[in-house]
């Protein structure tokens, strides 16, 4: 007879458990919330009245196909529906992925400064995660394609990358995938791409449009400001998504969030002015910190990653005591690799001059 407790597959054990950004300052300051690179707009009015009307009817079950939800992101992005997989936030859509095709000890490679998701799902099929290193906080193609191996199942690229912000230009994810064998998905996660304004860049829709082992996934947690609600979606070759549709939850999107996805897509104003108050605000703050001596990495995203001396009393973790302890929630980057760094996200005008007059008053000692 077996004894001993039960013990989880190789891999579970091994993995860091994702944390979120801090969302409360001691006492009872109420904070201003600068850590999960959330909409500073909120979601489109529209898409909170459809959410609203869907209070009645929480005793049916949704549409498990999603398939207005489907329809409405086709029309807006000119897709096929067929290829569209909708998932409670794009987390879910990485781990349906993963799980997908991965068997134990195949290997999946990211960039060192890449989303922590990438290795949690990779750890938690029995992956094996290869990490590539980055060239100036960037992605580094050649440094992927020289970690290539037989045992080679998934690349996962951020592009933007958070928490850097950097991005790389569409004919570099070109030469990628031309680099990678046809067996080895490419899987571009574009959650911050409705805030990039480069002629150079592209999403992903043409790679996956041309190729079949390329995958764009998207978020509504962003630029629609639902992060509430979990709602992401991936734009497949039509063999990939058969076989995520075989994995994924039957109700794996919940109706209100269905309801309020489509009247999200269809406000283009506030998407349009989402974007706007984003530009403004990136160039002013970055500006801003660099005006108070701290280097920040260039970002195309809606945040910053800001360095901080290595020692002394300027580091990033003294920053982030005091912007804490005058109710500002910033995030720090140890997880990421990037000890020194703090990353902030692009608040409403009020919250963007606080977190400049707070950091103002840490560089210059002001301990009031």
Not at 177 to 193: C, F, I, K, M, T
Not at 202 to 222: D, H, P, Q, W, Y
Request: proline letters at 7%; hydrophobic letters at 40%; a negative charge.
């Amino acid at each position: 007879m077996a004894t001993g407790l039960p013990t989880p597959k190789r891999g579970v054990m091994d993995i860091e458990a994702y944390v979120p950004g801090e969302s409360t300052v001691p006492g009872n300051i109420k904070p201003i919330k600068l850590s999960s690179n959330e909409n500073p707009l909120g979601p489109s009015p529209a898409a909170v009245a459809a959410f609203k009307a869907c209070a009645d009817q929480l005793e049916r079950y949704p549409d498990g196909s999603a398939s207005a939800l489907r329809q409405a992101i086709a029309r807006v992005h000119g897709l096929n529906p067929d290829r569209i997989v909708c998932g409670a936030g794009s987390d879910e859509l990485l781990n349906l992925i993963a799980h997908a095709y991965l068997e134990p000890g195949d290997e999946t490679i990211f960039t060192e400064h890449g989303f922590l998701v990438y290795r949690i799902a990779t750890l938690a099929c029995g992956g094996v995660p290869v990490v590539a290193p980055e060239k100036n906080l960037r992605t580094d193609v050649d440094a992927i394609l020289a970690r290539v191996t037989p045992k080679t199942k998934i690349v996962f690229i951020a592009n933007p990358n958070n928490p850097t912000g950097t991005y790389i230009p569409f004919d570099e994810v070109r030469r990628l995938r031309q680099g990678l064998p046809e067996n080895v998905l490419l899987v571009l996660d574009a959650a911050y791409s409705e805030y990039v304004r480069r002629n150079d860049y592209e999403a992903g829709i043409e790679l996956v449009a041309t190729t079949n082992n390329t995958i764009m996934t998207r978020t509504f947690s962003k630029i629609h400001g639902l992060a509430a609600l979990r709602l992401g979606w991936a734009y497949c070759p039509a063999n990939v998504a058969d076989a995520l549709n075989r994995i994924r939850g039957p109700f794996n999107v919940s109706a209100p969030a269905i309801a309020a996805g489509v009247a999200a897509l269809e406000d283009l104003e506030h998407v349009e002015k989402s974007v706007t108050h984003n530009e403004r605000w990136l160039e002013w703050v970055t500006a801003e910190l660099e005006k108070l001596g701290l280097v920040v990495t260039p970002s195309v995203a809606n945040f910053v990653l800001v360095h901080f001396p290595k020692e002394g009393d300027r580091t990033a973790d003294a920053a982030n005591a005091f912007l804490q302890s005058r109710g500002v929630i910033v995030r720090k980057m140890g997880s990421y690799g990037l000890p020194n760094a703090l990353r902030i996200t692009i608040g409403t005008e009020p919250e963007n001059k606080a977190v400049i007059d707070t950091l103002s008053a840490f560089m210059n000692g002001d301990q009031r």
